[in-house]
């Protein structure tokens, strides 16, 4: 009987799971699921890790429960160290297997594994399954993608597009081929590190190291229900643009950007909520931020690479002048002398997060008053934040710095305004205060 790999990448769930469901029903007899754990350290453009200690203490926690949910079912999920273009190859060969199916991600880093396995000789069936709403559902083809956001919004709910049901967790999997032999020191789990067994920073806004933030699938199903049986939604409006504490905001982008959560799920559990305790400004508002999310992964199958020039979608070079190379280390080491900026820039290293008004004030001070380059200023956010997501990370850079999709040409917030507006009494700047 054949065998296929199913390799899990930023789809670290059970439940809502298209490339899943594609990968048992191709006919296979057997099935190997598999997670490459990244080379962490690998440096970047810039000089720092790729992924930091939070995100990383995040991820694991993601993949350790999908490896339990996984022994349940009774097929082990199969963990290898190393860049998947090298790993699964040789874990094929090991099986006799010569597919892979796995989520698509339209991002170039993401694009260029997959190229290395299909060069290495490797069927690769890749399944869209991060958004909401499927390409192929949209008003128009998607390279016809309207320029701005409030456009493809409106023409959205004006047709009345709804993201279709998402799919139960598999009840069975095919099971693993037997007497399956691996060659030696190509499988194996990474040892925890110290993000791991530590406890987040207690002023943490999303505080991994309790259980109920923990970032499972499990957890973050756990989270959404509660979320809504408090009624939460109906004051997400309101509190959204505060800048600490656990409620203020629905802490979903932690589970959706892992793919701990489906958003397809989540919105199938709004609409619930909805039908039983009436619509509001807020949940209306959810609704609209997951459209965002849509927007820039839809932004990605549009233009591809082009996102990732330093000039963005802009026919302009991105500076005049020289890039501020020490104005960038000032910024991410919280020491610009601007006391909210700075003050953000710590509670993000604290803590791996990060209230989405301050990652707008903390990247607009880097590309506008410090002259950074936008690129490292996304990098930076890539290797801290617990809720990275490429698409989104991309997408609102490019958006702050005026490369993107932006009609204002770009977002440059008064950094004195913000703090007198969102935190006039002072707290966030006590809360984060240098030690």
Same mark, same amino acid.
């Given at each position: 009987?054949?065998?296929?790999?199913?390799?899990?990448?930023?789809?670290?769930?059970?439940?809502?799971?298209?490339?899943?469901?594609?990968?048992?029903?191709?006919?296979?007899?057997?099935?190997?699921?598999?997670?490459?754990?990244?080379?962490?350290?690998? *440096?970047?453009?810039?000089? &720092?890790?790729?992924?930091? +200690?939070?995100?990383? %203490?995040?991820? =694991? !926690?993601? #993949?350790?429960?999908?490896?339990?949910?996984?022994?349940?079912?009774?097929?082990?999920?199969?963990?290898?160290?190393?860049?998947?273009?090298?790993?699964?190859?040789?874990?094929?060969?090991?099986?006799?297997?010569?597919?892979?199916?796995?989520?698509?991600?339209?991002?170039?880093?993401?694009?260029?594994?997959?190229?290395?396995?299909?060069?290495?000789?490797?069927?690769v069936h890749t399944v869209w399954q991060s958004s909401l709403i499927d390409p192929l559902g949209l008003p128009w083809p998607v390279q016809s993608?309207?320029?701005?956001?409030?456009?493809?919004?409106?023409?959205?709910?004006?047709?009345?597009?709804?993201?279709?049901?998402?799919?139960?967790?598999?009840?069975?999997?095919?099971?693993? *081929?037997?007497?399956?032999? &691996?060659?030696?020191?190509? +499988?194996?789990?990474? %040892?925890?590190? =110290? !993000?791991? #067994?530590?406890?987040?920073?207690?002023?943490?806004?999303?505080?991994?190291?309790?259980?109920?933030?923990?970032?499972?699938?499990?957890?973050?199903?756990?989270?959404?229900?509660?979320?809504?049986?408090?009624?939460?939604?109906?004051?997400?409006?309101?509190?959204?643009?505060?800048?600490?504490?656990?409620?203020?905001?629905?802490?979903?982008?932690?589970?959706?950007?892992?793919?701990?959560?489906?958003?397809?799920?989540?919105?199938?559990?709004?609409?619930?909520?909805?039908?039983?305790?009436?619509?509001?400004?807020?949940?209306?508002?959810?609704?609209?931020?997951?459209?965002?999310?849509?927007?820039?992964?839809?932004?990605?199958?549009?233009?591809?690479?082009?996102?990732?020039?330093?000039?963005?979608?802009?026919?302009?070079?991105?500076?005049?002048?020289?890039?501020? %190379?020490?104005?960038?280390?000032?910024?991410?080491?919280?020491?610009?002398?601007?006391?909210?900026?700075?003050?953000?820039?710590?509670?993000?290293?604290?803590?791996?997060?990060?209230?989405?008004?301050?990652?707008?004030?903390?990247?607009?001070?880097?590309?506008?008053?410090?002259?950074?380059?936008?690129?490292?200023?996304?990098?930076?956010?890539?290797?801290?934040?617990?809720?990275?997501?490429?698409?989104?990370?991309?997408?609102?850079?490019?958006?702050?710095?005026?490369r993107g999709t932006d009609p204002r040409g770009g977002r440059r917030f008064n950094t004195r305004k913000q703090a007198s507006e969102y935190d006039?009494?002072?707290?966030?700047?006590?809360?984060?205060?240098?030690?």
């Amino acid at each position: 009987m054949s065998t296929v790999l199913f390799w899990f990448r930023n789809d670290l769930r059970l439940h809502d799971q298209r490339a899943l469901r594609a990968a048992c029903e191709s006919g296979a007899g057997h099935l190997v699921p598999v997670y490459c754990h990244a080379d962490y350290d690998e *440096p970047t453009a810039w000089g &720092f890790a790729r992924v930091g +200690v939070h995100r990383r %203490a995040v991820l =694991a !926690a993601a #993949v350790r429960d999908l490896r339990r949910q996984l022994a349940d079912l009774g097929n082990p999920l199969v963990e290898c160290c190393g860049p998947p273009g090298k790993v699964l190859p040789a874990l094929a060969r090991a099986m006799g297997a010569t597919a892979v199916f796995c989520e698509d991600i339209a991002a170039p880093y993401e694009q260029a594994e997959v190229a290395e396995l299909r060069s290495a000789g490797l069927h690769v069936h890749t399944v869209w399954q991060s958004s909401l709403i499927d390409p192929l559902g949209l008003p128009w083809p998607v390279q016809s993608l309207p320029r701005v956001f409030t456009t493809f919004r409106q023409a959205i709910e004006q047709a009345r597009i709804e993201p279709s049901q998402p799919l139960p967790p598999p009840a069975y999997l095919p099971p693993q *081929p037997p007497g399956l032999v &691996f060659p030696p020191g190509l +499988v194996r789990v990474p %040892a925890p590190d =110290a !993000a791991e #067994v530590s406890a987040a920073d207690s002023r943490s806004s999303f505080p991994y190291g309790r259980p109920e933030f923990d970032g499972g699938e499990r957890a973050g199903l756990q989270h959404l229900a509660n979320y809504l049986q408090r009624k939460l939604p109906h004051t997400y409006k309101r509190t959204r643009n505060a800048l600490a504490g656990l409620d203020f905001s629905s802490k979903w982008s932690v589970w959706l950007a892992s793919g701990a959560l489906s958003p397809r799920r989540v919105v199938a559990e709004l609409r619930q909520f909805e039908q039983l305790h009436g619509k509001s400004d807020g949940s209306y508002w959810l609704w609209f931020e997951l459209l965002w999310r849509d927007y820039f992964r839809f932004l990605h199958l549009q233009h591809g690479a082009r996102l990732y020039r330093a000039r963005g979608l802009s026919d302009q070079p991105q500076h005049a002048g020289r890039l501020d %190379a020490q104005g960038f280390e000032r910024w991410r080491r919280a020491s610009t002398g601007e006391p909210l900026v700075d003050a953000a820039m710590r509670e993000l290293e604290a803590t791996g997060y990060l209230s989405n008004r301050l990652r707008q004030v903390v990247a607009s001070y880097l590309v506008h008053d410090l002259n950074g380059d936008w690129r490292a200023g996304a990098a930076w956010f890539e290797s801290q934040l617990v809720d990275y997501d490429v698409y989104s990370n991309q997408g609102n850079w490019l958006y702050i710095a005026g490369r993107g999709t932006d009609p204002r040409g770009g977002r440059r917030f008064n950094t004195r305004k913000q703090a007198s507006e969102y935190d006039p009494e002072g707290a966030y700047l006590r809360l984060w205060a240098a030690r």
